[in-house]
């Protein structure tokens, strides 16, 4: 069973950076290489962010994370990161991180097999 924790999520002002982070977040076995990021904002749908291939560590971003925000994972690759610099009041949501999905990009929600409980980033003008 492939549990997945994030942590890291909290209140920032503009300009401000978040590290968020998701344990658990390892390949699996089953051929399904890539993990990522997504969020999401009441009464919309889960918006993609970054994934990374675990066994190449090869990244993809959406247009709007690409420079601001960067995904990784620590050395073990048991963890995933998701480095936010220059946040803004349009980054506020719930962030979740996702597993075993058999491609990194392009890719939605219904890709992932697994997912974190999610974490709230709120980011104040």
């Known amino acids: 069973q492939v549990q997945l924790a994030e942590s890291g999520g909290g209140s920032v002002q503009a300009g401000g950076s978040l590290r968020l982070g998701c344990a658990g977040a390892?390949?699996?076995?089953?051929?399904?290489?890539?993990m990522g990021w997504f969020r999401q904002t009441p009464g919309n749908e889960r918006e993609w962010i970054a994934s990374?291939?675990?066994?190449?560590?090869?990244?993809y971003y959406a247009e709007f994370a690409r420079g601001r925000f960067a995904i990784s994972q620590d050395a073990a690759k048991e963890v995933m990161f998701l480095q936010m610099n220059g946040l803004e009041p349009r980054d506020t949501a719930v962030y979740y991180c996702?597993?075993?999905?058999?491609?990194?990009?392009?890719?939605?929600?219904?890709?992932?097999?697994?997912w974190g409980q999610g974490t709230q980033v709120t980011v104040s003008s």
């Open positions: 390892k390949y699996t076995g089953s051929g399904r290489y890539c």
């Open positions: 996702a597993v075993d999905s058999p491609r990194c990009s392009p890719v939605k929600p219904d890709d992932f097999r697994y």
């Open positions: 990374i291939h675990t066994a190449y560590q090869s990244k």
